[in-house]
């Protein structure tokens, strides 16, 4: 009898805790929201605002505190944001204070590309559209703009990557031939780096005669450096 009713009690605490989580969670889920939380998890400045964000995620709803808990499809929401060409990626969540949560990961722009209208190219080599809230110091792209951009992509992500050349190039000139014409910031020498090959090697080089010829106070006579055989570094006086 004594394990009969301690079976007994046991039953009836474990249906106890478990109506009341249900009340509990049901509840909850009748709740209005509270607030909106955004935050951007890139290092970009913004090219998209908390109130663009904010209006994806509450639509035609007039704020945030008439939406109710259960009425929420955060798969819905999440491709809503996805759909908007500034964001890369976005997870939206409920907070257990009430709150609609959104971490937003925008799209790196590499580079602007001069077009018809202008556009950026990301980190992953597509089109991104120019943002009326900021503007990107990135490398212009000249010449063949319309064409295949992959195989430049990748020059693009080097230069971004190296602190020297990030600070020096401000634009390339893509050639019929899918040759790069680097245009440095502060001075008219032209680099003529061929195709996006060798990267690193060509980096180098280019590197090496910039110091020796910026020390020597040479550099200003020179109008041209071609990168393109091998470890030989070709320059042209103006």
Known sequence: MKVNSWFIKLSVLVVLVVFLLGFSRQRNASRNLEKINIEFTDENEPFITHDAVNKLLIQNTDSVTSIVKETLDLNEMEQRLLGNPMIRDAEVFVTVDGALGAQI??????????????????????????????????????GRSQSDLTEVTQLLLEIEGDDFMKSSVVGLHIEGSGNVILRLRKHELKVHFGKPRDIARKFRNFKAF?????????????SLVDLQFGDQVVATKK
Request: charged residues 25%.
């Open 105 to 142: 990961e925008q799209r790196n722009p590499i580079a602007r590309v001069a077009s018809s209208p202008d556009y950026y190219l990301d980190e992953d080599g597509k089109k991104m559209p120019l943002s009326s809230v900021y503007t990107a110091r990135v490398p212009l792209i000249t």
């Open 210 to 222: 910039y110091k020796k010829t910026k020390q020597d106070n040479l550099i200003n006579n020179y």
